[in-house]
C-alpha cells in the first residue's frame, strides 16, 4: 500500500497556481486511472485506486501548504506506512518549468509544505520533483508561487501532467527510470518528420524519382558505335 500526496492550497483561489502543481498531478492521476471519488479524511481529501501492482490512496492536504504535515503524517499513521511508502508532488523553484526529478531524502530547501512534513515524518520519502522555474530573486518568490500559471504554459503543463498519469503506474512499481522516461516522452514526443531520410528516397507526396534511360540499340550497333 502506498500514499501518494499532492501538495497546495485549498479553494479556487489558489487552483492555478505554480505552488499547487502538486494538487493537479494527483487530480490527473486519479481521472486517468479511475480512482474513487474523493472523500474528506485525514485533514484533506483522499482517494483509493490501483496503480500497477499496488494500492495507492491520493491525499490532497486542505491545511494549507505550511501545515501539510498535519495531513500527511495523520494518514500515514492510520495506514500503518513507513515514510518510504510516501511519495510528495510539489513544485520545485530549482528545476526549469516542466523539468522533472524524483529523489528521495535530503532538506526542504525552505519550500515550506515540505518542511511541514519533514516535522511530522521525517526526511526519508519521496519527492516528485515538478519544475516551475524561478523568479529571479528570493523576495519574489512567495509572490511568483502564489501566481496562476500563464496561457504560454498551458501546453507544456499538460503535456507534464499527461506524461505524469502515464507513468503513475512506473512510479507505484518503484521503476522511477520508466515513470521519467515516460513524462519526457510526453514533453518531447518524437515526431516523425525528424526521422532521417537518404536523400534520394521517394516520400508517399512526391514524384517518383526520375531513372537512368534504358540502353535500346542492337549488339551491332553497339559493336559499331564502339569504332565511331
Not at 492521476?29 to 483509493?48: M, N, R, T, V
Not at 518510504?84 to 522533472?100: A, M, Q, R
Request: proline content about 6%.
Amino acid at each position: 500500500m502506498l500514499l501518494f500526496v499532492g501538495l497546495g492550497n485549498p479553494g479556487t483561489k489558489y487552483a492555478r497556481n505554480r505552488h499547487n502543481i502538486g494538487f493537479m498531478a494527483v487530480d490527473r492521476i486519479a481521472s486517468d486511472h479511475g480512482f474513487g471519488p474523493w472523500k474528506s479524511k485525514f485533514g484533506g481529501q483522499i482517494s483509493e485506486g490501483r496503480l500497477g501492482h499496488e494500492k495507492v490512496f491520493l491525499l490532497k492536504p486542505l491545511t494549507y501548504m505550511n501545515l501539510s504535515g498535519q495531513s500527511v503524517g495523520e494518514a500515514m499513521r492510520f495506514f500503518k506506512l513507513a515514510p518510504s511508502d510516501i511519495t510528495v508532488f510539489h513544485d520545485e523553484l530549482d528545476l526549469v518549468p516542466g523539468k522533472v526529478r524524483v529523489k528521495t531524502g535530503g532538506g526542504h530547501a525552505g519550500h515550506n509544505g515540505l518542511r511541514s512534513i519533514h516535522q511530522h515524518i521525517g526526511a526519508e520519502y519521496r519527492r516528485v520533483r515538478l519544475g516551475v522555474g524561478h523568479p529571479g530573486r528570493k523576495e519574489l518568490v512567495s509572490h511568483y508561487v502564489l501566481q496562476d500559471f500563464s496561457k504560454a504554459d498551458a501546453d507544456w503543463l499538460d503535456d507534464l501532467m499527461r506524461g505524469i498519469a502515464d507513468g503513475a503506474p512506473e512510479l507505484a512499481d518503484g521503476r522511477t527510470d520508466r515513470f521519467l522516461n515516460a513524462v519526457a516522452q510526453r514533453s518531447a514526443p518524437e515526431r516523425a518528420d525528424k526521422a532521417p531520410r537518404r536523400d534520394n528516397a521517394e516520400t508517399p507526396d512526391s514524384p517518383e524519382a526520375p531513372r537512368a534511360s534504358e540502353d535500346t540499340r542492337t549488339p551491332l550497333q553497339k559493336l559499331v558505335d564502339r569504332f565511331r
